[in-house]
């Protein structure tokens, strides 16, 4: 799994993800973690824009899935869209925001593999946390579908 490619995809491909300056950090314990800097985040109660912590939960579930995807050997242009998604804002982020996304279980690649194999199209679901302090501020889910 390249992250520095994901990183210049996103950067790329969707010029958001360069303002907020979102960065590919690692795999680590089968979570994808993602931070951006709150300087480029802050709103004007200098606690993070919700907007952009949306948008760092939503992207990174997506890149979990497009990493899957990949490295499942399908094609890397194949289209991955969120569907539906549930946020819940918990707390105020006041520091760096740090995204831990949990990656598919291999039961989960398995049914995924096999429906993109038979239907050229399949659904999963992703979640993903931001975390300040071991405290969870954002709760994200997101169903994702995948059509080769």
Known sequence: MDLEALKYKLHSQIPLTKFMQIDIKEIKNNCLITTAPIEQNINDKQTGFAGSLSTLVTISAWSACYLSVVDLGFNKDCMIAVIKSDT??????????????????????????????????????????????DKVCVDFEGVYVIKL
Request: hydrophobic share 30%.
């Open 88 to 133: 819940a804002y918990r707390a105020p982020v006041t520091k760096e925001l740090y995204c831990k996304t949990i990656l598919p279980s291999k039961e989960q690649l398995q049914t995924l593999k096999r429906k993109l194999k038979d239907k050229k199209s399949a659904s999963i679901r992703i979640k993903s946390q931001l975390l300040q302090d």
